[in-house]
């Protein structure tokens, strides 16, 4: 009988599954691509299953309003992905996390002006670490950074892909505090 060794650069398929209930109780539906609407499958979301890959979830259809990055694990309930409500009615697998940089700059002024630093790790406190108290624009070179509103990894949640973020709002920020931010790697 022939073994086969996995291959290094294999990557599963994105796999996540909800669930109405806490404790992965209630309905259920098993999503393997990104929906911009899963009104249709289920009415609140109160646990959820990451079997692969990263996933964005959004509040709103259409990937619009609050954001929660999860990483392959057992949430049990909301709270455990810091939710601010059991609406969850759009997803999306996160591609090209799966690298060795990242690199960010963060500005202090709209459309790349005023102090800038450059940034290639993980940074728990803004303030504390760069003297900046608002991010007003971004440029992502490299990987894929999740920016916090609050420090120690903690509020809202924002996706950063490769990209020009001219301003706050380019990330879907109401407000230019960025408080933390960290790179998603691979998992």
Request: hydrophobic fraction near 30%.
């Amino acid at each position: 009988m022939r073994s086969f060794r996995k291959c290094p650069h294999f990557l599963p398929l994105p796999q996540i599954t909800f669930f109405e209930e806490k404790k992965f109780q209630g309905r259920c539906y098993n999503c393997s691509s990104d929906c911009a609407d899963l009104h249709t499958y289920f009415s609140r979301c109160n646990s959820i299953r990451v079997e692969s890959g990263v996933w964005v979830i959004y509040e709103r259809p259409n990937y619009k309003g609050f954001q929660y990055i999860l990483s392959p694990g057992e949430y049990a309930d909301n709270q455990q992905w810091m939710a601010f409500s059991d609406s969850v009615k759009s997803c999306r697998a996160i591609k090209n996390v799966y690298g060795s940089t990242w690199k960010l700059r963060l500005y202090e002024r709209p459309d790349f002006e005023g102090q800038m630093v450059e940034c290639s790790d993980d940074c728990p406190s803004v303030y504390d670490t760069y003297k900046l108290r608002e991010a007003y624009s971004c440029v992502v070179t490299d990987g894929v950074w999740v920016f916090y509103d609050l420090p120690n990894y903690r509020g809202h949640q924002y996706l950063l892909e490769r990209g020009e973020y001219r301003q706050h709002s380019d990330w879907g920020a109401s407000s230019p505090g960025v408080g933390s931010f960290r790179r998603i790697t691979e998992f």
